[in-house]
C-alpha cells in the first residue's frame, strides 16, 4: 500500500452535508426521556421552563462552538476544538500541560456522550419487558438491558463499517419511524383537549420551595442535569471533518437542530405534565409518555408508544455512538490516546473505537443504575463544556487563533458570553451535580464521574509515552521507511499554541 494511500486510512473523508449531520443528530431531541420525570420531581411544573432555558443556553454555547467549527474545519467538534487550542506549538519537553487539558476536555466530552449508549439500552430492556409477557417470562429486566445493548451495537457497528453517510440514512429512518410519531403524541392531547393548564399554574413550584442554599444548589444540579439532555445538539458540530463544506454545513445543522430542540422540550413536557399533572408524572418518573398515550389513544396507543420509543431510543444510541467514537478518535489523533484508536477502515470509519465504546458501554449496563449513570455522565457534560468554552476565549483572544479566518463568526463580544457560560458549567453545575446526586442516589454516580475522569492521567501518560517512542523511532529511520500514521498525528499542520 502507497504512503497516501496509508495516510487516507486514518482521515475521516468528507462525504456528508448539512441535512445529513442533522438526521443524525436528530435524536437529541429524544434525550429529555430519562429526565421526563425526574425534574418535575424537584421543580414540580417549573421543568417546563427549565428546559426552555436550558436550550437557550445551548444556542450561547453553540454559537461559539459553530465559529470554532468554521476556525478549525478538520477537528471534531468540541474535542477537537479544545485539543488544538490549548496544546504548545513544538514543546520541548516530554509532557505538555496545554495538551493534558485540551486532552481532559475531550475525555469529558466522550464520557459525556459515551453513556447515552447504556442508558438508553436500560430502558430499551424495560419496555420490551414491559411490552411482552414472553419476555418477560423468560428474561429478567436486567438481562434484556444487557441482550439489547448487544444487539443494538452489533448492529450499529455493521451499519457504521461502511462510513458516516449510511449512519446518516439510518438516521433519516429512524427519523421517519419515531420523531413523527413522537411529534403527533405531544401534539395530540392539546388537539383533543386531555391538557389541562390547571395542572401547570397550579403546580409550578413545590410548596416546599425556598431560595436557601440547600435548594439553589439543587437548581445549579437540575440545571446539569438538564443541559446533559436539552444542549447536547452540539454534536452536529463533531463531525466538522466529514462535512463537505464546513463553513455552511455547520451552522446550518446546527441551528436547524436548535430551534427543532427547543419547540420538543418544551412542548413534550407541558403536555406530559398538563395530562398527567404533577403527582402522575412522579408515579411514572421511567415512562410517563405511555400513560400519556393511554389517556389520548386507549390501550392500544401505549403499546403503539413503546414501539416508537423504542425506534426512538435506536436513533439516539446511533447519535452518541457517531459521537464518543469520533472523540476517541480526535484524541487519537492529537496524541491523547494511544494511537489504536485513530485506525480508520477504508470506508473512513473508526472502528476501533467503535469497539471500545461499546465494551465501555456494556460494562456500564452491568451496573443496573440508569440514574446513577445520567448522573456520572453529567459531570463529564459539565466539565467538557466549560473547558471547551475556555477554550472559545483563549482562542478569541490570543494572536496564533485571533487572524484565523472565521466563515461563521459569532455576534462581537461573544467570548464574554462564553466566559460566563464556562464559569456556569465551572465550577457552579459541577458542584451542584454533585451535591443533587448526594440526596439522591448517594456517591456512586459521582465515584463513578470522578474515577472515569481520572483514568484518563495514566492513559495520557502512557500515550505520551508512545508518541514519545514513535518521534524517536521515525527520527532515526531512513525516510523511506518513514512511518506515515504519524502524518495523521499533526491533522495537516492546523495552527496550535505557540
Request: one cysteine or more.
Amino acid at each position: 500500500m502507497s504512503e497516501n494511500s496509508l495516510k487516507s486510512v486514518n482521515h475521516l473523508k468528507r462525504s456528508i452535508d448539512w441535512k445529513q449531520g442533522l438526521s443524525i443528530s436528530l435524536g437529541v431531541p429524544l434525550l429529555i426521556l430519562p429526565s421526563l420525570g425526574y425534574i418535575p420531581l424537584y421543580l414540580s411544573a417549573a421543568a417546563i421552563l427549565i428546559w426552555g432555558l436550558s436550550v437557550i443556553q445551548g444556542f450561547m454555547q453553540n454559537a461559539a462552538y459553530a465559529e470554532m467549527a468554521t476556525a478549525f474545519p478538520k477537528a471534531s467538534g468540541l474535542p477537537g476544538y479544545a485539543q488544538q487550542i490549548f496544546r504548545t506549538e513544538n514543546y520541548a519537553g516530554k509532557y505538555d500541560k496545554g495538551k493534558l487539558i485540551g486532552g481532559f476536555s475531550a475525555w469529558s466530552y466522550w464520557f459525556a456522550w459515551n453513556p447515552v449508549l447504556a442508558i438508553f439500552s436500560i430502558l430499551v430492556g424495560g419496555y420490551l419487558h414491559g411490552l411482552f409477557p414472553a419476555l418477560a417470562a423468560m428474561f429478567t429486566s436486567y438481562q434484556l438491558a444487557l441482550l439489547s445493548g448487544l444487539v443494538i451495537f452489533a448492529g450499529l457497528f455493521v451499519v457504521n463499517w461502511f462510513g458516516l453517510k449510511d449512519g446518516a440514512i439510518l438516521g433519516y429512518i429512524l427519523a421517519a419511524v419515531s420523531l413523527i410519531p413522537l411529534v403527533i403524541l405531544t401534539a395530540a392531547p392539546f388537539a383533543t383537549g386531555h391538557v389541562d393548564l390547571a395542572n401547570i399554574v397550579g403546580n409550578w413550584l413545590p410548596a416546599d420551595w425556598a431560595w436557601d442554599m440547600h435548594h439553589i444548589l439543587i437548581l445549579f444540579g437540575i440545571f446539569a442535569i438538564a443541559q446533559w439532555s436539552a444542549c447536547g445538539w452540539e454534536t452536529a458540530a463533531i463531525y466538522g471533518p466529514e462535512y463537505k463544506n464546513p463553513a455552511k454545513d455547520v451552522p446550518k445543522a446546527l441551528f436547524a437542530c436548535g430551534v427543532i430542540c427547543f419547540f420538543s422540550y418544551v412542548l413534550v413536557q407541558t403536555a406530559v405534565i398538563g395530562v398527567l399533572g404533577v403527582d402522575g408524572v412522579t408515579a411514572e418518573p421511567i415512562s410517563p409518555l405511555i400513560p400519556v398515550a393511554q389517556a389520548v389513544f386507549g390501550e392500544a396507543g401505549s403499546v403503539f408508544t413503546i414501539i416508537m420509543l423504542i425506534a426512538a431510543m435506536i436513533l439516539i444510541i446511533q447519535t452518541a455512538y457517531l459521537g464518543s467514537s469520533r472523540a476517541m478518535h480526535s484524541m487519537s489523533v492529537e496524541g491523547n490516546l494511544p494511537k489504536v484508536f485513530g485506525k480508520t477502515n477504508r470506508h473512513g470509519t473508526p472502528f476501533i473505537a467503535l469497539l471500545a465504546t461499546a465494551a465501555f458501554n456494556m460494562v456500564l449496563i452491568s451496573m443496573g443504575s440508569l440514574a446513577a449513570i445520567l448522573a456520572a455522565a453529567a459531570i463529564g457534560y459539565t466539565c467538557a463544556n466549560g473547558i471547551s468554552l475556555f477554550a472559545y476565549v483563549k482562542a478569541a483572544k490570543h494572536s496564533t487563533f485571533a487572524n484565523l479566518e472565521r466563515p461563521f463568526k459569532a455576534p462581537k463580544g461573544w467570548r464574554h458570553v462564553a466566559m460566563i457560560f464556562g464559569l456556569f458549567n465551572l465550577p457552579l453545575c459541577l458542584i451542584g451535580v454533585v451535591y443533587l446526586n448526594s440526596l439522591e442516589i448517594g456517591w456512586t454516580s459521582t465515584w463513578l464521574g470522578f474515577v472515569v475522569l481520572a483514568l484518563y492521567i495514566p492513559i495520557w501518560f502512557y500515550s505520551q509515552g508512545e508518541s514519545s517512542r514513535s518521534n524517536r523511532k521515525a527520527a532515526t529511520a531512513p525516510s523511506s521507511d518513514h512511518d506515515p500514521d504519524n502524518d495523521a498525528a499533526d491533522l495537516d499542520k492546523l495552527p496550535t499554541m505557540t
